[in-house]
C-alpha cells in the first residue's frame, strides 16, 4: 500500500532533523552551557571585582593624569586605550592599555596609585567564556563551526516543530506535558518533544540574535550596514558596528606619552551619570576632544559623548536612539540574546532555554541509543517522492538563501554523496541512504 504524502513528508523531516540533530548536538550543548555562564556576567564580574571596590583612602585622591602615569609605568612602552570611570570614589580606577599587541586591564588604587591588578584583558573569566561561546577559543574555523551548527539548529528546529504538530485529537498530553506512566521509552520521547515544542521560539531567537556575532554572515551584515552609512552622514563619523566577539578595538590605541586627560574633564563625564562601565578615549575623528562610551550590555542605555580635552564642556551627545535603525534592531536583540535587556526576568527566560536544551540533547541522545541498530548509524530509511522532494528543497532552498553556510555544506554534502558515497555500499548503508520502498 503506497503511504500518503504526509507520511512521506514527515519521513523525510523525520531524516533531515536526524542529521540534523547528530551534527548540532555537540555544540548545542557547549553552546548552552557556556551560555548559561555568560547570562550572568554582571553577577559575575561584580563578584570578581568586589576586592577592587570601596578601598581604603587614606589622604587626598590621585589625578586622572598620575593614574594613568602609574599604569603606563607598570607596562613601559604600552599605548593608551581608554581610561574606564570608577562606580564610586573610592573604586579601583580600570585603565585599558596595549602592549605588544596585547590588550591589558590595570586596576589603579586611587589614592597611593598601587597596581592592585594587571590582567590582558582576553584572559579576564567572562571574556574566556564569550570567545569559548561564539568561536569555542579557536578563533575563525571555530567561529565558521559555531555558525555552521546555529545555521543547521535553525533546520533543527524547523523540523522538529513539523514533527511535534499535533495530528490526532488525543489531548494536550505528549504535547503540552508529559506522560509520566506509560513507561520510560514514552516517557523520554515526550520529553525531548514536549521540551522541544516550549523553547522552540526562544531558540530560535537565540540562534537568529546570535548570527550577527558569526564569522560570514556577520561580516555580510556588516557589510550591508556600511553601503548604508550615507544616510548617517549629519554624525561627525560613521557610527561603528559595536558587535564583536574581541574585548578592545587595537585602532583605538593612542601614544601614551599625548595622553592629558584634565580632572574638569573626568568630572564633566562622571556628572553624565552614563551606563556603567563608561570609558573615555581619544576622540580620533575630532582631535583635542575625549569621547565617552558606555558599554553596558543592556544595549538601549547607551550613550557616546563628545567633550573638549582641555575644560571638559559637551560638545554633543549620542544615545541608543539616533542610531541607524540596523543598529538599533541589532542592539536590542543582543541584550536581550545575553539577558540583560530587561533584567532578572530576561536572565530567568534565557536559563529556561538553555535548561531546555541540554534535556533536549540528552534526551535525544538516550532515544538514537535505544532506537540505533547494530553497525547503523541509525537513520530513518528514505522514502523518495517528488512531490515531497519539491516541498523540502524549497524550505532549504529558502534557507539556505539566508544561510550561506548552510548551502555551502549542502553543496559538500551533494559532492560527496555523489562523488564517494554512491559507490561505497556500506556506507551508505552505515548512513541510513539506502531507500526502502514506500509500502
Known amino acids: ?17 536526524f542529521y540534523a540533530g547528530i551534527f548540532c548536538l555537540p555544540f548545542i ?50 599605548e593608551f586605550v581608554n581610561y574606564r570611570l570608577p562606580q564610586s570614589p573610592n573604586d579601583a ?27 590582558v584583558a582576553d ?25 555552521l551548527a546555529g545555521s543547521w539548529a535553525i533546520v533543527l528546529v524547523i523540523t522538529g516543530l513539523y514533527l511535534w504538530w499535533p495530528r490526532s485529537a488525543r489531548g494536550a498530553a505528549g504535547i503540552f506535558y508529559l506522560r509520566l506512566r506509560q513507561g520510560s521509552r514514552v516517557f523520554w520521547r515526550d520529553l525531548h518533544a514536549v521540551t522541544g515544542f516550549w523553547v522552540a521560539g526562544f531558540t530560535l531567537f537565540l540562534l537568529i540574535s546570535g548570527l550577527p556575532w558569526a564569522l560570514v554572515w556577520g561580516s555580510a551584515l556588516k ?10 552622514s549629519h554624525h561627525h563619523s560613521a557610527p561603528v558596528a559595536d558587535w564583536s566577539l574581541s574585548s578592545a578595538e587595537p585602532s583605538t590605541a593612542v ?22 562601565p563608561a570609558e573615555l578615549a581619544p576622540a580620533t575623528d575630532m582631535p583635542g576632544t575625549w569621547t565617552l562610551k558606555s558599554q553596558t550590555q543592556n544595549r538601549p542605555l547607551r550613550a557616546e559623548a563628545w567633550l573638549d580635552g582641555e575644560g571638559g564642556n559637551i560638545i554633543r551627545t549620542r544615545n541608543f536612539s539616533e542610531k541607524p535603525a540596523l543598529d538599533r534592531i541589532i542592539g536590542i536583540g543582543i541584550a536581550a540574546h545575553e539577558g540583560q535587556l530587561f533584567g532578572w526576568l530576561n536572565q530567568l527566560l534565557g536559563v529556561f ?20 541498530p547494530q553497525g547503523a548509524l541509525g537513520a530513518p530509511p528514505p522514502l523518495p517522492d517528488a512531490k515531497v522532494g519539491k516541498v523540502i528543497g524549497g524550505v532549504i532552498v529558502t534557507l539556505a538563501v539566508l544561510l550561506p553556510l548552510l548551502a555551502a555544506s549542502l553543496v559538500i554534502m551533494l559532492l560527496i554523496e555523489w562523488l564517494i558515497l554512491k559507490r561505497i555500499n556500506w556506507a551508505r548503508r552505515w548512513l541510513g541512504l539506502h531507500a526502502s520502498a514506500p509500502k
Not at 503506497?2 to 519521513?11: D, G, I, M, Q, T
Not at 568561536?135 to 574555523?141: Q, S, Y
Not at 601614544?255 to 556603567?276: D, G, R
Open 1 to 17: 500500500m503506497k503511504k500518503e504524502p504526509s507520511a512521506l513528508l514527515y519521513r523525510t523531516l523525520w531524516r533531515w532533523h
Open 29 to 78: 550543548l557547549t553552546l548552552a552551557i557556556s551560555g548559561t555562564i555568560y547570562l550572568f556576567k554582571p553577577q559575575v564580574d561584580a563578584l570578581l571585582d568586589a576586592p577592587y571596590r570601596n578601598l581604603d583612602i587614606a589622604g587626598p585622591r590621585s589625578s586622572a593624569n598620575e593614574q594613568i602615569t602609574a599604569a603606563i609605568a607598570a607596562h613601559l612602552d604600552s
Open 93 to 119: 580606577v580600570v585603565i585599558t592599555l596595549q602592549q605588544a599587541g596585547e590588550t591589558f586591564r590595570v586596576y589603579v588604587h586611587p589614592g597611593n596609585l598601587q597596581i592592585l591588578r594587571s590582567v
Open 123 to 147: 584572559s579576564e573569566f567572562m571574556q574566556v567564556v564569550k570567545r569559548f561561546h561564539g568561536e569555542l577559543l579557536a578563533g575563525n574555523t571555530g567561529s565558521i563551526l559555531v555558525e
Open 223 to 232: 557589510e550591508l550596514r556600511q553601503r548604508d552609512s550615507h544616510d548617517h
Open 255 to 276: 601614544n601614551a606619552k599625548s595622553i592629558h586627560l584634565p580632572e574638569a574633564l573626568v568630572q564633566s563625564a562622571l556628572a553624565l551619570s552614563f551606563a556603567p
Open 353 to 372: 532555554t538553555t535548561a531546555g536544551l541540554t534535556l533536549m540533547s540528552v534526551s535525544a541522545f538516550i532515544l538514537w541509543r535505544r532506537r540505533k
